[in-house]
């Protein structure tokens, strides 16, 4: 990736020295704030790239834990305690271990699968029949599951970047798919504008409710957070209704839509073996876009001038309300774009599981991103490569899917913690840090 | 009791924000730290309450070395101490807040809140506190919050009592009220030390005073030593507090305030029908008790807040109903009253709070492409000519001191091009050098012809920079007058009677001589 962190803005850092100056600076900015965005902050803002790392380990490690002890072999050995306390320990560390590694296999690489590949007679056969394709695959899957959160994650960091929170990436990724999915099979257009349309359509859906969020914001000075948390609501109630009606796949009593015609797919990058397909291009298109909006551009100096200090910002001319409807529109078509990218890339119709959590599993993977572009993408990859794992260790290991929902949580709850994190490592930072924001004025 | 420091240093990192401080406060004494933002004053009282730990050096309670491992040890050995930002509980009353931390407990296991109310009275009544304790603390202006601050103090039985900027925050009768009540806790036996860097108000409170300069003590000197050499020893070099200036040289109206009435949304009318004009090379200064409608005026100048009627003209251009943005590009540059609020954007660096309003237009920009090069090499430039002391460009703002805040705005409003300069407070909270370095640009700007409007509630600087005082007392304008005009009278005006003056300049344009320097 060409992206990096523009020389403009201060980069929180990881040294014990520095740290303190970011942390002084941030606790005196903190007593004038108030207490929603002092909370924002001190999540998004209070990490270094340590702290959010050592989170992760953490996690692994406690979630690593709780699995070896909710195994019942390992139960039942540690039952044996006593006459063979060796048994109970390896049995533990087995099972924690076994489960990470099928994690790791399902998700980005798998030995099994080159042995087989080099066991095949020759190597065109073994292409031919998937061999090559089967150690991609899980890859190809990281990259599938990715998309979506990526998409929507930076629905979410780019109203945190303008000071706004959107806990409607949900019905925005909803809206999208709705509109997504009608345009796959309800048009009939020429192979590659039908895919563009579908695509737009999707942005449309959700630029749409992202418009009125950020409009009823500027208009009548309607929290985002409610609104978006109503909207949530009303387009899950939608969607059921249409399904049911409207949208039915004819011959169908379930609540499913018809599949989308075969030209509104995006196309595969690697054959159809691998799911992989343009849709994850197009979301790291979007993230660079996103960068280069919010640190190249005089609309991004305005969204993010408005997310630090508005008042300062209309001083300075800036319109604020204008802007608050526009990034919202923006965030709203970027989660609408990953609601119609999982239809056209992989799901083809859209149904209740469809749309599964992305929407909420974005606020998350903004959260571990703080709230940038580069960050959303790594975030996203990591989370998608939980999503793409999980099956293989919930078949292999034996241990339930829901360990993964476990770690996401133990991650965002560490890196919504630094202090604990802090503490737990002893980071010099953290105690410095304190007693500047105990003295009020700082250290000045 | 007697307090003393010894050798107190206290470093963080390479920076020595305390170096070898000795200081003693005898009983019954008023004992005033002065020195420049960023001297130490602040960090030495923290050591002194507990809140940070010296290196080196030690507490002396009546000759007996003491070590405060926390602000609880320290009020128990009886020091208390009230924060430039206060700490109370909005939504409690005065009692409740006063009590908070050392509930007494009534023989029923209940709070008792009668002796809470009772010990508020008590101490009220003895200092001439005058406070109501059962008054919710959010509904109490702030020299009241402040006395609410300082009985907490005293129901903890402090006998040296921290004052850290006291007067920041007051109003001029407010201080002066502060200043009775130190008096009468003086008389009562208990020490008081005064944080301040304000040069009149330690002369007129303190018994010693002790000038801090870098983390060091510069030296002792009594209350009667002069204004400039107290002023000499905190920037350690000679200071002019008074501005030289040339006569105005008055050319035609550039700004144009008509019939101006300004009210906010719950309909309270601010600005009251108010007009006046400031011509180019010229220096308007307003003055006025803060709250009279100043802040609302300047708002509505840069279009902030909507205008009820009147109208507003910049060299003969109807600006009434325009938007920030355009009467930026009209030509007003403007320096808000509070600049962390609204002047700067903490977080930014100091780059890109240069171009804050300048962003949208070459050579920072043209499109929506930002160009960095452009942006960098003007920060340079202007940090360069306004002496910004900051570490690079890229520092965040809000990390820089107030006097060095104050500069990049002025570099940002100052580098545009701009005819009318309206600047709201242009001083508070700087120190000397800062005030002298500001000063001496708002002068420059009206010799290169500007038309200036300063509103202040320092009457030092109306005095320093105006050619002409307009006094605003509830959203009118209660008098125009020379800048020779005595004290007196303009208290009169800024207590709102409209002193039919003989001295009344009522027609600018005749009045040439102006530049007088009373003060």
Known sequence: MSEQVPPGLPEPSASGGSATATKREEKTEASRRSFGSIVRESILEGNSVTVIFLAILTAIVIGGLLNAFTNTKVLHAWGNLFSAPGAAIAQAWDTAIGAYVALFEGSIFNPHTVAALFQQASFSTAVHDGFLAAVFNPLSETCVQATPLLLAGLAVALPYQAGMFNIGAQSQFIGGAILGTYLGYGVSLPPVIHVIVCALGGFVGGAVLGWVVGELKARTGAHEVITTIMLNYIMAYLLSFLLGNVMQRPGRSDLISPVIAGDAHLWHLFGSTLRINAGFLIALACAFGLWWLLYRTTTGFEFRAIGKNPSAARVAGMNVERSWVLVMLIAGGLAGLAGSGVIQGTESSLNFQTYGTFGFDAITVALLGLGRPLGVVLASLLFGAFHAGAPLMQSQTNTSVEIVQVLEALIVMFVAAPPLIRAIYRLRAARAAGVAGLTGKGLA | ?519
Not at chain 2, 52 to 76: M, N, T, Y
Not at chain 2, 156 to 169: G, N
């Open chain 2, 1 to 519: 009791m007697e307090l003393e420091l010894k050798g107190i240093t206290k470093r963080f990192g390479s920076l020595v924000a305390n170096d070898r401080i000795d200081l003693s406060v005898s009983p019954g004494q008023v004992h005033a730290l002065l020195g420049e933002n960023g001297a130490g004053k602040t960090t030495l009282m923290n050591v002194l309450y507990g809140l940070l730990q010296p290196d080196e050096g030690e507490i002396l309670l009546d000759g007996r070395s003491v070590q405060f491992h926390s602000p609880k040890d320290a009020i128990a050995a009886g020091i208390g101490m009230v924060h430039q930002h206060f700490m109370l509980v909005p939504v409690f009353t005065v009692a409740e807040n006063v009590t908070l931390g050392k509930e007494e407990i009534h023989p029923s296991g209940l709070l008792d809140r009668r002796k809470a109310r009772r010990d508020v009275r008590e101490l009220s009544k003895r200092y001439g506190l005058e406070v109501d304790p059962d008054a919710l603390v959010e509904d109490l202006p702030v020299g009241i919050q402040q006395r609410v601050e300082i009985i907490k103090a005293l129901v903890r039985d402090a006998s040296v009592l921290i004052l850290d900027e006291p007067t920041a925050v007051l109003t001029p009768a407010e201080t002066n009220d502060l200043f009775r009540i130190i008096r009468q806790l003086k008389d009562g036996g208990t020490s008081v030390v005064f944080i301040s860097h304000k040069l009149k108000e330690v002369q007129a409170i303190a018994d010693t005073i002790t000038v801090l300069r870098r983390g060091a003590v510069v030296g002792d000197k009594p209350p009667s030593a002069t204004e400039d050499e107290l002023a000499a020893m905190m920037v350690g070099r000679n200071v002019q507090l008074v501005v030289s200036k040339d006569a105005a040289r008055p050319g035609d109206v550039v700004l144009d305030v008509e019939d101006l009435t300004v009210a906010d949304e719950t309909g309270r009318v601010w600005v009251n029908g108010m007009s006046f004009q400031v011509r180019a090379g010229e220096i308007l200064g307003l003055a006025g008790v803060q709250g009279n409608g100043q802040t609302e005026l300047c708002e509505a100048l840069l279009g902030l807040r909507p205008i009820a009627s009147g109208h507003i003209r910049l060299n003969g251009r109807d600006l009434t109903r325009g938007t920030p943005r355009q009467r930026l590009n009209a030509g007003v540059a403007y320096v808000p009253e509070d600049r962390q609020e609204d002047g700067l954007v903490g977080a930014f660096s100091v780059a890109d709070n240069m171009i804050l309003d300048s962003y949208d237009r070459p050579p920072f920009s043209s499109g929506i492409n930002l160009h960095l090069g452009a942006i960098a090499s003007n920060a340079a430039m202007r940090v360069q000519e306004f002496d910004v002391r900051t570490q690079s460009a890229d520092t965040p703002v809000g990390t820089l001191s107030g006097g060095n805040q104050q500069k990049v705005i002025l570099a940002r409003e100052l580098g545009r091009e701009h005819k009318v300069l309206v600047a709201s407070q242009p001083t508070r909270g700087l120190d000397v050098g800062s005030i002298e370095f500001v000063h001496r640009r708002i002068v420059q700007q009206r010799d290169h012809g500007v038309a200036v409007l300063i509103v202040s509630s320092e009457l030092d600087e109306i005095y320093a920079l105006a050619d002409r005082i307009a006094v605003m007392y509830e959203g009118r304008i209660t008098g125009f007058r020379p800048p020779s005009v005595p004290v007196e009278e303009l208290g009169l005006l800024m207590a709102g009677s409209e002193v039919p003056g003989a001295a009344e300049a009522e027609a600018p344009a005749a009045e040439q001589s102006g530049a007088g320097e009373s003060s």
